[in-house]
């Protein structure tokens, strides 16, 4: 069973749509993540959700909005999409609030904007 | 606020040689260290964890590494790698009352016959 998975694996789209990608954990874990893993690799956080409740919105354009309806799950839309938002964004769960839990990540979505 | 700093971006070694890639960190409260790999075109996967006890951590696939307090380090080792051993190694930190996870900038793993 996939411990946390996203959708869609690729995501190929024209700049100014807006698009979504999913994330969805089988762990019960109660905080939830995104990042984004640019073109030289380098990983940063964006957004975390505890038990729905967003805990860490890092300096990210207004066009990203993370939602989540509950705490299995965690979705991230953007709007006006742009050549810069071309990365790998991966989503990630974790158990509990404190740094000790082990964050678990799902594959990645590989979003190219043209 | 907390930094990570991978000392190698690139490491390239044979297959069954030692590897060793570098990690410092820094930081105003103590932290919590990890190591992840991430093989081509997947996730990442948790190699091995320090939160405390015994300076020396034992993970998966044979590798460790070994917190040193007085250096800010966080060295991970392997004494003999395999060609499956090549990916992307990330060191990352996160303070011990928070959940902010700062990863450093890679380190690329690439082992040769």
């Known amino acids: 069973d996939t411990a946390v998975s996203q959708t869609p694996k690729y995501l190929v789209t024209q700049m100014g749509n807006d698009k979504s990608i999913k994330c969805e954990q089988n762990?019960?874990?109660?905080?939830m993540y995104w990042y984004k893993q640019d073109s030289k690799k380098f990983l940063k956080i964006m957004f975390s959700y505890n038990n729905k409740e967003l805990i860490i919105n890092e300096t990210v354009p207004n066009r990203f909005s993370p939602k989540s309806p509950d705490k299995a799950h965690l979705n991230l839309h953007i709007n006006s999409l742009e050549l810069g938002d071309s990365a790998v964004y991966f989503c990630?769960?974790?158990?509990?609030?404190?740094?000790?839990?082990?964050?678990?990540f799902g594959p990645g979505t590989r979003l190219t904007v043209l | 606020a907390q930094s990570v700093t991978q000392l190698d971006s690139q490491v390239p070694v044979f297959e069954e040689a030692p590897v060793e890639l570098r990690c410092n960190y820094s930081s105003s409260v103590s932290v919590y260290l990890f190591w992840y790999v991430q093989y081509p075109n997947q996730g990442l996967q948790l190699l091995l964890k320090y939160l405390s006890g015994s300076t020396l951590v034992k993970g998966i696939n044979g590798f460790e590494a070994e917190f040193n307090k007085s250096q800010t380090s966080f060295h991970l080792r392997k004494p003999s790698v395999h060609i499956s051993d090549t990916a992307e190694y990330f060191c990352a930190v996160i303070p011990s009352n928070d959940y902010k996870l700062s990863f450093g900038a890679g380190t690329t793993v690439t082992v040769r016959a």
């Open positions: 762990l019960g874990h109660d905080t």
């Open positions: 990630a769960s974790s158990d509990g609030t404190s740094g000790s839990g082990e964050q678990f």
